[in-house]
């Protein structure tokens, strides 16, 4: 294990215990984080800044009732990790999803510069009732 894949274990372990400040605590200052980018759903787009990415994060807990990210592989080389993950989620309106996810995590001493993420949109619009 590397300091950045064990800092990732933290930071998703701290996500899914709703300690935002864990998951701060991995995030450099000018983080970058992109999403898919389809209106609706919750971190869409481009988040520039700790505060943005955090704010992005906050969408979550607005639309969904319980929320866990599952890291079921990381695929490391240099600062680049690569996890392939699972969504399981329940939206505030009772509708479930589970889908699979990858992030992609550019990271260095232990903190996450710039983040890819990609999820089955169409299955989190569908739980979201869009």
Known sequence: MSENSDA???G??????????????????DISWEGPNTDG?????????????LRALGQIGESFETFNVSPDEMVEE?????V???IEARSRSGNE??????EIWRMSNGKAGRVQSLVDTAEVKKALGG
């Open 8 to 10: 990732l274990k933290r």
């Open 41 to 53: 759903v919750p971190m869409s787009g481009r988040n520039d800044g700790k505060d943005a990415v």
């Open 97 to 102: 999803v589970k889908s699979p996810g990858v």
């Open 84 to 86: 392939l993950s699972h």
């Open 78 to 82: 240099g600062d680049t990790i690569v």
């Open 12 to 29: 998703y372990d701290a996500f899914n215990n709703g300690d935002i400040d864990g998951v701060s605590e991995i995030f450099a200052d």
